[in-house]
């Protein structure tokens, strides 16, 4: 394969939205093409409202927690002229594998989700292949369960690079004549044992990154509902700068410090195999975008990220000793135990204070539990997380006009700020 696309939920939204997309691709008509594809529009969301309803009211009928979600697909098929019996069929099918497995390991949260929730992927990459061959475009479905392997950290599964590749060389030799586009899904694989896992929320630009890195590829293009990256997010602020070119570097700062424009994953990859990465919209394909490479400009300017609902946490300790390195060595085992990542820290001598989105009160009740009575703790909740690369003075202070500063950490050339129209002290 020459290219790998990816395409995310915004641009398979809707039958017109499949229409475009089959229009970018014809435009490709020399070119193999691997297509990486997630859940249409919103329906990612809809899902974990299913997963909700099934662990916690106990419906264990999953056919009928889906049929909303089934009846949007059939809709969305029958506005694209597809045979909506067959399609129907094909989405049941992939429910009943879901409810077969989910037989198995009843209880495992983490598991019931990673079953649940991957059906979105499945279902628009099953929409969109029939569409393209409908539409004469030979293509093929690959079920990415069957080449993305990881291990069983479901929610967020840790992919094993070398079988993965060797699994999708292998699977584009033996199909390399049949298909000139392959269409597969982003954010799920399989672990070991061949239950389902998931990549993390947003996780199908790392599919494509894994796909890319695999076969060598020279470019990948991600398609999003942007012109490029930008210095900030348009829906916040005014006056967004376009970024023609971005370094690896760079971009990785970028999505380490919350930038969602790329999953976080995505760029180490294809640095590796200086792949170039394009972004690029499907609302405006002839617009050149954003391409990131080894090299970058030479000035940036200004670049913000806003997190919203995320959490400050002072821990202190309850003897009568500082908090030394056997103590951060205990904090970090139990945030990593619990899952739950830090966004920014400070070590200072009698307290440790780190900035995390918040992972919800039942994951941040275990962690604290777990660490013993030796520690008490400060929360702060319902915050800002502001990092600007490229700072100066005037926008800071425009950003955090009427707003308390709860932390503040500089370097040469980012700045962080956790911030909050007024206090809230809501545990100690």
């Not at 070119?31 to 329906?43: C, F, N």
């Not at 694209?80 to 198995?104: F, G, M, P, Q, R």
């Not at 992919?159 to 292998?170: P, R, W």
């Not at 370094?247 to 380490?256: D, F, G, L, N, Q």
């Amino acid at each position: 394969m020459e290219k790998v696309f990816k395409f995310g939920g915004a641009s398979v939204k809707n039958a017109d939205a499949i229409k475009n997309v089959k229009n970018i691709i014809q435009k490709y008509s020399d070119d193999k093409i691997i297509i990486v594809v997630s859940a249409m529009g919103k329906t990612t969301n809809a899902l974990e409202e299913v997963y909700q309803n099934y662990i916690v009211e106990k419906k264990l009928n999953l056919q009928e927690l889906m049929h909303e979600i089934v009846n949007f697909h059939v809709e969305v098929a029958a506005e694209l002229d597809l045979n909506t019996a067959l399609v129907k069929e094909s989405l049941l099918s992939h429910i009943v594998i879901a409810e077969e497995k989910l037989k198995t390991k009843v209880g495992e949260n983490d598991f019931i989700y990673d079953q649940i929730v991957s059906l979105g992927e499945l279902f628009s990459t099953t929409m969109l292949n029939e569409y393209l061959n409908k539409s004469n475009l030979k293509s093929s479905w690959l079920d990415a369960r069957t080449v993305l392997k990881t291990d069983s950290t479901y929610r967020e599964g840790k992919v094993d690079f070398k079988e993965t590749s060797a699994l999708i060389l292998n699977y584009i030799t033996e199909n390399k004549s049949h298909a000139q586009y392959i269409v597969t899904q982003g954010f799920i694989g399989a672990d070991k044992d061949g239950y389902t896992t998931t990549l993390g929320r947003e996780g199908s630009d790392y599919t494509a990154a894994i796909f890319a890195y695999s076969l060598d590829v020279k470019e990948l293009t991600i398609w999003k509902d942007v012109p490029g990256i930008l210095t900030a997010d348009p829906k916040k602020f005014d006056n967004v700068e376009k970024l023609s070119r971005l370094s690896y570097s760079e971009a990785i700062e970028m999505t380490y410090y919350g930038a969602k424009v790329i999953h976080p994953k995505t760029i180490k990859p294809i640095q590796n195999k200086n792949i170039k990465l394009h972004v690029r919209s499907f609302q405006n394909p002839e617009y050149e975008g954003t391409i990131i490479t080894s090299d970058g400009l030479l000035n940036y300017p200004p670049i913000v990220v806003v997190q919203n609902d995320m959490m400050l946490i002072q821990i202190f300790t309850k003897d009568f000793t500082f908090v030394a390195e056997d103590h951060l060595s205990q904090i970090f085992s139990k945030l990593n135990e619990h899952r739950i990542k830090m966004s920014t820290m400070r070590n200072s001598a009698i307290s440790f204070t780190i900035c995390v989105k918040n992972p919800g009160k039942e994951r941040i009740a275990n962690f604290m539990n777990d660490l013993g009575d030796n520690f008490s703790f400060d929360i702060f909740t319902d915050l800002q997380l502001l990092t600007v690369r490229y700072f100066q003075d005037a926008l800071i202070k425009n950003l955090t006009k009427n707003k308390v500063i709860l932390f503040e950490e500089t370097m040469k050339y980012t700045i962080q700020l956790v911030v909050k129209p007024s206090l809230q002290l809501i545990e100690k």
